[in-house]
């Protein structure tokens, strides 16, 4: 039973969470509808591709809903390929696709579509989803497509002005990126918020108030073709969800969640980070050594992202492919309601 210590004005829930397993359907992405009195702000596919060298390749593009406010994303790619020993932005190769405010969106079939308007400079691009298969082409750079893992997953966060719900699906994929053969895990979200908000920028109840401390969506492909798919936050007051699955179909939800996270003296990134499960399954997240995304640093988003694998602890299955694409903030703090502090 969950213990107040104090008590709150009409409409505010202190940051619980609802969270459930989701059908996915294309009908479902396509549409632009709201709810829970928030709008659509847009679709996000993002991820991490490793190529047979263990170079890391990491795409996120915005496909702006037409209720949606921008933030400051358009089309981001990084890559280990830049001479550094971590993930940068290539920024020549950012500039060469189309910057697309508002994308033609269809749905032919069971399989939506987003693409890049004709009058768009750039190179084109095109993403499709359905409820078994994902495809992303940015032309002169990549094309993977893939199955889906699992099913969908979905949350949401009541406030007394804002609010958050927010989907996301998870695929495994393969293909060619900057000529090289890859694979690896695609996330594609969703996000509702109040009118005029933008994820990770305005409007976010999460972010603009410090709530979190560590935030994933992930997922592993094992050799022996076992997985585990999740997604999980950990932050103050009563904020916390995880809802996990697996290849036999077990699906787990709780808001009972804890965890914290450790960065090293003058940097904003973690060197580990673990969670707890209704006070008994632990989890830890082993970073990338390459997996750090400095260029985001100073800029948007405004959280240190970085890349890395999630595993229980104790599993000593071997992984194949797989995305940890997630955050900490040292700012917000180490644990629930301890909170941090800035780099001096």
Known sequence: MRTFNRTMPRADF?????????EVSAPAMNDTRGFFGLVMNKTM????????????????RALMAPTGTPNPTTFFYQSTRLGEDTLVMDRPRMAAQAQTALPVQTLEGDTVVWRSPDTDAGN???????????????????????????????????????????????YEVSGVCDGHQVKGVISLDQAYLAEGGAIHYKKDLIVNNGMHVIWWNFATVYEDGTFDVGSFCVGHEM?????????????RTTTKIEGV?????????????????????????????????????GGFPITAQQEGRWRRVGDTRVPSHWLGWGETD????????????DIA
């Open 14 to 22: 202190n940051y619980q969470v609802l969270v459930a397993p989701m």
């Open 45 to 60: 596919p993002y991820g991490v591709l490793r190529d047979a060298e263990g170079h890391l390749y990491a795409p996120v």
């Open 124 to 170: 084109t691009w095109r993403v499709t989803a359905s409820a078994e298969r994902f495809t992303w082409t940015e032309d002169g750079l990549f094309e993977i497509s893939g199955k889906l893992l699992g099913v969908g997953m979905q949350w949401y966060l009541p406030g007394v002005d804002w609010g958050t719900f927010y989907t996301a699906q998870i």
């Open 239 to 251: 904020l916390g969800y995880a809802i996990f699955q697996n290849e036999k179909g077990e699906i």
């Open 261 to 297: 996270s450790h960065h090293p003296d003058g940097d904003y990134f973690c060197d580990t980070a673990r969670i707890i499960l209704d006070d008994s399954e632990e989890w830890e997240f082993l970073p990338d050594p390459k997996g750090r995304m400095v260029s985001f640093l």
């Open 330 to 341: 040292r700012r917000n703090g180490t644990s629930r309601n301890v909170r941090g502090s």
